[in-house]
């Protein structure tokens, strides 16, 4: 039995998630000779101390005995703004790093982030958990094996069934930043290609407290590849069907779609139709659960050496390139072309 220790710093939402995921794990780890323990930390002492004890976790009250009691990995799930000092503090003990997206609040902040992390032959994974969603990889599958021929259209959308607190979206860097990037981060790990513009539109009509903060609620991307292939990147925060998240991939001899089964948030107006029949998801955490989990996995087999980095921070960067470019698009009103950085995207 191989015994890891991993700590997670932040127990809000996403935190207390993936908490839960690691704890839950175990049952599936242990017959494959791994047991994970669990030290957490939060600023929030109160409140982390009593998710530690409901875990069966260890809760210690600062970041730096965090890193001090030994741990083998480090879990990141706090607020965007710490992930540079956070990201650092984890290589700089020598530990494998996992962190939310993103790396830092945008592009230029990321940047000397991801030189420390060279310099010091660090190892940091970014959560961005559709690479880990059956759909998505079987996509992947289909279009490594040409199943569908050379691709013509793609079309992603992510729709929030009610848009998260106007404070969050302050402080969000703006819906595609904040939303659109895993679709950004998921169609260049999908095609292996880069998208080179982006020209975005957006709308605001329902909460005006959205607009106050600077952001839309609703936003419609065309982006361009490097090769030609055009598609399109649609967000909104008002989704009253549900938790939305599709992808569309339209090729010249076949076509397929991720999200599209029994609980899909969309109704045929075709008589006699009643496909979809389910209850559609109402939250991302629900949609990607298993995602989620799958994620977990993944990071307590890079820490063992067992399998490469499945979402580098370079990747990571690259999509938040994108997101940087349809922000300001949607400012300015003109396409804008992305500042590609070759990131060796992770195939």
């Not at 730096?64 to 009691?69: D, F, R, Y």
């Not at 609040?105 to 059956?134: K, M, N």
Request: net charge negative.
């Amino acid at each position: 039995m191989e015994h890891l220790t991993l700590g997670l710093v932040g127990v809000g939402r996403i935190g207390v998630m993936h908490a839960e995921n690691l704890v839950a794990l175990n049952e599936e780890l242990h017959p494959r000779g791994i047991d994970v323990q669990l030290v957490l930390t939060d600023v929030a002492a109160v409140h982390a101390r009593a998710v530690a004890e409901r875990l069966g976790a260890r809760f210690v009250p600062s970041v730096a005995e965090l890193l001090a009691s030994g741990v083998d990995g480090l879990v990141v799930a706090t607020g965007t703004a710490t992930h540079p000092e956070l990201i650092r503090a984890g290589v700089d003990a020598g530990v494998p790093v996992f962190c939310e997206k993103p790396v830092a609040l945008d592009v230029a902040d990321s940047l000397p982030v991801l030189e420390h992390i060279r310099s010091r032959g660090g190892t940091v994974q970014i959560g961005h958990q559709r690479r880990f969603d059956a759909g998505y990889l079987r996509a992947r599958a289909a279009l490594e094996a040409g199943e569908l021929g050379w691709i013509h259209s793609l079309r992603a959308v992510t729709c929030d069934m009610a848009p998260p607190p106007v404070e969050f979206l302050a402080a969000s860097g703006g819906l595609f930043r904040d939303c659109s990037v895993h679709d950004f981060d998921v169609l260049r790990w999908l095609t292996g290609r880069e998208i080179v513009e982006v020209y975005a539109r957006g709308s605001n009509n329902g909460d005006p407290a959205i607009g106050a903060v600077g952001d839309v609620d609703t936003a419609l991307a065309v982006v361009t590849f490097d090769d030609g292939t055009v598609g399109t990147v649609s967000a909104s925060r008002y989704n009253g069907a549900g938790h939305d998240v599709r992808l569309e991939i339209q090729g010249s001899e076949s076509s397929l779609t991720v999200g599209l089964d029994e609980r899909t948030a969309v109704r045929s107006a075709e008589p006699g139709v009643d496909f979809p029949s389910g209850t559609p998801h109402r939250t991302f955490a629900e949609r990607f659960a298993p995602a989620y989990r799958a994620e977990m996995i993944a990071f307590v087999e890079l820490v063992l050496g067992r399998r490469p980095n499945p979402c580098p921070p370079e990747d990571a960067v690259a999509a938040a390139r994108v997101a940087d470019a349809a922000q300001e698009s949607l400012r300015t009103g003109v396409p804008v072309r992305v500042a590609v950085e070759p990131a060796g995207t992770t195939r």
